[in-house]
């Protein structure tokens, strides 16, 4: 989950940190001079995570049939 912190924690005075986790999952940080910037970057942040995709798998489809779609698809690679 994001959270924004104050600079002094991380080194850096007078300025606003939104630490976050991408994608991923890599952890990352944005500096900004500004808590209202931050604040917007969070908001971001935050839209962003709840917007997942769904599977492009049916999930009750069964071994067989998702090997038999997995050899097309690698088929054309």
């Known amino acids: 989950m994001a959270k924004i912190i104050k600079g002094e924690k991380r080194g850096r005075p007078e300025k606003w940190i939104v630490d976050y986790r991408d994608q991923t999952g890599t952890r990352r940080w944005k500096t900004f001079n500004t808590k209202r910037e931050a604040e917007d970057f969070h908001a971001e942040r935050v839209r962003e995570r ?3 995709l769904s599977p492009t798998v049916n999930r009750n489809v ?4 998702y090997a038999e779609t997995w050899l097309k ?3 054309w690679a």
């Open 62 to 65: 069964t071994l067989a049939e």
């Open 50 to 52: 709840g917007n997942k």
């Open 73 to 75: 698809t690698i088929a």
